[in-house]
C-alpha cells in the first residue's frame, strides 16, 4: 500500500488575528495527523509570509489557503488523489460564499460568478463544468495545492507581485510542462468582502495586480485581460467619437444588451432581487478593474530577491 505524501497547510494572517478561522478548518481536515502540518505565517505581505513558510516547510504537498477560508474535511484526500499523476503540479477549486453570509456579501458573490463581469475566471467563485487540466484564469490562491519542489525550484512566489503572485507562477509550471488541475467539487468557503467600499477597492486592486503582472511576465493570456481597460478608454473618448456619427455608439449598444442578458443569466442562480442587484455591480467591475488596470501599468515594481524587509512570524501548529 502506497503511502499518503506528506502535506503542509499554509496560513498567511495578520500579526495581530487572533481568530483563524482557516485554522479551525485545516485542523478538521481528514487526513493521516503524522503526514500533515500546519504553519501560520504572520505578517503584513502575503507573498513574503507564504515564501517564509514554504522554506520551513516538511510537506511534500502544500496546500494554500487564507485566513478566512473553510474547507471541508474531505478536501485533502480529494485533491491528494490528483497528485497520483506525476505531471500534476497544481490542483485547485473554486472558494464559494457560506450559505449563512448576509444578502449584500451574495450579491457580491454573484457578480464573481457572472461571465461577463469575471470571464473564465468565475470558476473561481463557482463550480463550473468537470474536472480538467486549467491555468490560471480558473484557479485561486486560497484554495490551491502544488508540488513544494516544483515551487521552490522556481524561487517561490514572486514578491514584487501582490496580488496575482500565484499567476505568474501558474504560467511558469505550464510553461515547463506541468498540468495544473481545476477540479469544481474541491471548494471552500469564503466569505466576499463585506462592504461596496471594499468590494470596489477589490476591483482596483485586481486590475492593478493584473497590469503588474504583465509588466513581468506577459503571456498571450494577458490580452483577456486589456479588454475592461479598452472599455474605459472607449468611454472617455467617446464625446469626441459622437462627431462621427451615431455608428460610434453600437459598441455601447451591444454592451448593455450583453449586461442585460448576463443579468437574466444569474437569476437561476441567485433569484430575481439578487440578479438586479448585481446588474450595476457587472458595470462596476469593468470601470474599477480597467481604471486599476492603468494604474497598475505605470506604478513602480519592487526588484530583487526575497524581502529581507518585511518581516514574518512563522508559528509551526500542534496536532
Not at 444578502?103 to 460568478?113: G, H, M, N, R, S
Not at 480538467?132 to 524561487?155: Q, V
Not at 467591475?285 to 486599476?292: D, K, M, N, S
Request: charged share 20%.
Amino acid at each position: 500500500m502506497s503511502r499518503e505524501p506528506s502535506v503542509t497547510v499554509i496560513i498567511p494572517t495578520k500579526p495581530d488575528l487572533a481568530e483563524i478561522l482557516a485554522l479551525a478548518a485545516a485542523r478538521n481536515l481528514d487526513y493521516p495527523r503524522e503526514q500533515l502540518e500546519i504553519i501560520i505565517a504572520r505578517g503584513k505581505q502575503p507573498s513574503v509570509q507564504r515564501n517564509t513558510a514554504l522554506r520551513a516547510a516538511r510537506g511534500e504537498i502544500i496546500y494554500f489557503l487564507d485566513d478566512d477560508s473553510c474547507p471541508p474535511p474531505d478536501n485533502l484526500r480529494r485533491a491528494v488523489a490528483h497528485f497520483a499523476d506525476p505531471a500534476v503540479k497544481m490542483v485547485g477549486g473554486p472558494n464559494l460564499c457560506p450559505a449563512d453570509a448576509p444578502a449584500l456579501e451574495k450579491i457580491f458573490a454573484l457578480v464573481l460568478a457572472s461571465w461577463l463581469a469575471f470571464g473564465p475566471s468565475r470558476a473561481r467563485y463557482w463550480p463550473v463544468g468537470q474536472t480538467r487540466a486549467s491555468g490560471e484564469k480558473e484557479l485561486i490562491l486560497c484554495n490551491l495545492l502544488a508540488r513544494r519542489a516544483d515551487l521552490l525550484e522556481l524561487g517561490g512566489f514572486n514578491e514584487a507581485l501582490y496580488p496575482n503572485e500565484e499567476n505568474a507562477l501558474m504560467d511558469e509550471l505550464q510553461k515547463r510542462g506541468g498540468k495544473l488541475i481545476y477540479d469544481p467539487a474541491l471548494i471552500a468557503h469564503r466569505r466576499p468582502r463585506r462592504t461596496l467600499k471594499a468590494f470596489c477597492k477589490m476591483l482596483m486592486t485586481y486590475g492593478r495586480g493584473r497590469a503588474e503582472q504583465f509588466r513581468v511576465n506577459p503571456t498571450p493570456g494577458s490580452a483577456l485581460n486589456f479588454v475592461p481597460p479598452l472599455f474605459c478608454v472607449y468611454l472617455v473618448v467617446l464625446p469626441l467619437l459622437a462627431l462621427l456619427g451615431k455608428i460610434v455608439f453600437l459598441p455601447l449598444a451591444l454592451y448593455a444588451v450583453a449586461v442585460l442578458a448576463q443579468t437574466v443569466a444569474l437569476i437561476p442562480m441567485g433569484g430575481v432581487g439578487k440578479a438586479l442587484a448585481a446588474l450595476p455591480l457587472q458595470i462596476l467591475v469593468h470601470l474599477l478593474y480597467g481604471c486599476g488596470f492603468w494604474r497598475g501599468m505605470f506604478t513602480q515594481l519592487k526588484t530583487g530577491g526575497p524581502r529581507m524587509d518585511v518581516p514574518v512570524t512563522l508559528e509551526k501548529i500542534s496536532l
